[in-house]
């Protein structure tokens, strides 16, 4: 709430503070009318709030809240107010992003698909079971910021992954909280019946461009694999469900090395041709670089369209963002990431995994692409999560966001 109220009120050149306010106590006072260029309508101070009779300028305050323009993806526009845009114009990324595109970045999609795996990939590993009612809260909590797609759960064996035993529960509870949509990882037939019979509208199914990390992660070859996904594509058919496929390891194995892009292309195929309408390719232990990822691309665009086309980068080496934005550039625009970067990699120790979702919007708002996703909300369900598991978040965006709302709130 604060960046909105700052963005907006840093064309004024001078208004009377409380030298007590806060954010919550200011937001409580706003009245009238701003009109936005897409024409909603928000909350607006009607008059100056009085003070001890000391005039504050915000003028100095113009480095504070240009740099939450590239939050917004509107530029608001104030009726019945003579105000000057000159404080914060040149700061804005809105009006800098068409010569930026134009220069360096090429063509960008307009809009870019978010897919929120924070709920599944980003708890599994988690030692400690977190309560079922936590993570119903969570993807309700992700589910109201915005995102179009957030992975739920994953209806594995408990053996295997006692974190997710109460996949059902989980989606007892969330049917019918949105507009989102709430796929389920599906390994095998029997999960996939399981998954359908809790109410599941869409599943997914994972396989491995390596064969060593298929027989290591889900105990069978990358074939074997492949016969298990035909016969989940085969029943989601008949149920007129969708299918997601997962790629792992798409530029990297943490036994085999290097892995040739020929194979993630060939794994990629055999996934659209049995039916996937979408194929995310998994950078598994954050490995990669834009120098690997651009012939991976490549070779998986000569088989599969790009509009199926997603990544899914983890930040082990601090290489995420920028495999993305690459990715962006080569036309694809559909993007997984994790709410406070969530999920660890196990095969690096101390490493972070994948890529948080705040830092990646961040950088979306930053270019001027849609996400229809409110960072706000997308930072207060990652707070919750990380307070119950008792760590700060992982991502970046929100730690210095979060910084710079305490030091404003005590001006």
């Given amino acids: 709430m604060l960046p909105e109220?700052?963005?907006?009120?840093?064309?004024?050149?001078?208004?009377?503070?409380?030298?007590?306010?806060?954010?919550?106590?200011?937001?409580?006072?706003?009245?009238?009318?701003?009109?936005?260029?897409?024409?909603?309508?928000?909350?607006?101070?009607?008059?100056?709030?009085?003070?001890?009779?000391?005039?504050t300028s915000l003028s100095n305050c113009i480095t504070l809240s240009s740099s939450f323009n590239f939050l917004y993806n509107r530029e608001p526009e104030f009726v019945g107010l003579s105000t000057s845009r000159t404080l914060t114009r040149h700061y804005s990324s809105q009006n800098h992003t068409r010569d930026v595109k134009?220069?360096?970045?090429?063509?960008?999609?307009?809009?870019?698909?978010?897919?929120?795996?924070?709920?599944?990939?980003g708890l599994q590993n988690e030692k400690e079971i977190v309560p079922t009612a936590v993570k119903v809260e969570l993807i309700k909590m992700l589910v109201s910021s915005g995102l179009p797609v957030v992975e739920a759960t994953s209806f594995v064996s408990p053996k295997w992954v006692p974190q997710l035993a109460?996949?059902?529960?989980?989606?007892?509870?969330?049917?019918?909280?949105?507009?989102?949509?709430?796929?389920v990882l599906t390994p095998n037939l029997k999960g996939f019946e399981a998954a359908v019979a809790a109410g599941a509208k869409e599943v997914a199914v994972f396989a491995a461009a390596s064969e060593s990390f298929s027989r290591s992660n889900i105990n069978c070859s990358i074939e074997d694999s492949l016969a298990r996904h035909r016969e989940v594509a085969l029943a989601a058919k008949s149920h007129s469900i969708p299918v997601r496929g997962y790629i792992s390891c798409v530029v990297g194995c943490p036994v085999e090395g290097a892995v040739p892009?020929?194979?993630?292309?060939?794994?990629?195929?055999?996934?659209?041709?049995?039916?996937?309408?979408?194929?995310?390719?998994?950078?598994?232990?954050?490995?990669?670089?834009?120098?690997?990822?651009?012939?991976?691309?490549?070779?998986?665009?000569?088989?599969?369209?790009?509009?199926?086309?997603?990544?899914?980068?983890?930040?082990?080496?601090?290489?995420?963002?920028?495999?993305?934005?690459?990715?962006?550039?080569?036309?694809?625009?559909?993007v997984d990431s994790s709410v406070s970067g969530l999920g660890g990699c196990p095969y690096a120790k101390g490493a972070s995994g994948n890529v948080a979702t705040e830092d990646v919007v961040y950088m979306l708002n930053g270019l001027g692409l849609k996400t229809n996703v409110d960072l706000r909300k997308l930072m207060l369900a990652g707070d919750y999560i990380c307070k119950h598991l008792g760590r700060s978040s992982g991502s970046k965006a929100a730690i210095a966001l979060s910084k710079v709302l305490a030091n404003a709130s005590k001006l």
Avoid: W
């Avoid at 360096?104 to 599944?120: A, C």
């Fill in 5 to 55: 109220f700052l963005n907006r009120f840093s064309r004024f050149r001078y208004i009377q503070i409380r030298n007590y306010y806060s954010c919550f106590s200011i937001l409580e006072e706003m009245e009238g009318k701003v009109i936005s260029n897409g024409g909603d309508e928000h909350s607006f101070f009607k008059n100056a709030i009085k003070g001890h009779g000391k005039e």
């Fill in 166 to 183: 109460d996949a059902k529960d989980v989606m007892s509870a969330i049917q019918g909280i949105g507009h989102s949509r709430l796929p």
């Fill in 261 to 334: 892009p020929s194979k993630v292309a060939y794994v990629a195929e055999e996934l659209l041709n049995m039916g996937c309408a979408e194929i995310s390719l998994g950078d598994t232990i954050g490995v990669g670089t834009p120098g690997t990822v651009i012939p991976m691309l490549e070779a998986v665009l000569d088989v599969v369209p790009i509009e199926k086309l997603a990544v899914h980068f983890h930040d082990t080496y601090g290489q995420a963002l920028s495999n993305i934005l690459l990715s962006l550039q080569m036309g694809i625009s559909i």
């Fill in 102 to 121: 134009h220069k360096l970045l090429g063509s960008l999609p307009k809009f870019v698909k978010i897919v929120e795996v924070g709920p599944r990939d």
